[in-house]
């Protein structure tokens, strides 16, 4: 599990913001160049049945308050996650996400 709190980083302020709101995170980069981002996901509704992400490099998005079902592409069906786990989804792919509740996530870049 990833530590509580990460020191001499550097916090980018600005927000990324996706699902009108819904979805936000900030990236934090690290003295020896790594780079990860904090995130907050909102409960699906009526109007959203699950949020697609897309990625570039390689990510390990740990689940550090929560619980959701994550469907990586190319899987068939979705799996559950909860604070304390973790899944991998590989570069230059994507993953559908469903929550009734809020998620807390740390997503470790890992390519």
């Not at 913001?17 to 160049?33: A, K, L, N, P």
């Not at 996901?41 to 929560?66: A, K, M, Q, W």
């Amino acid at each position: 599990m990833t530590a509580a709190q990460f020191t001499n980083v550097t916090v980018n302020a600005q927000a990324t913001v996706s699902y009108d709101g819904r979805c936000s995170s900030h990236t934090i980069m690290f003295e020896d160049g790594r780079h990860k981002t904090l995130g907050i996901i909102l409960p699906c509704d009526n109007l959203v049945e699950h949020y697609h992400f897309s990625t570039n490099t390689s990510e390990r998005i740990e689940i550090t308050g929560g619980e959701c079902e994550v469907k990586i592409n190319g899987d068939d069906d979705f799996s559950y996650y909860r604070a304390g786990q973790s899944f991998v989804v590989e570069g230059n792919s994507g993953f559908n996400l469903r929550t009734e509740e809020i998620v807390q996530y740390v997503c470790h870049l890992e390519g």
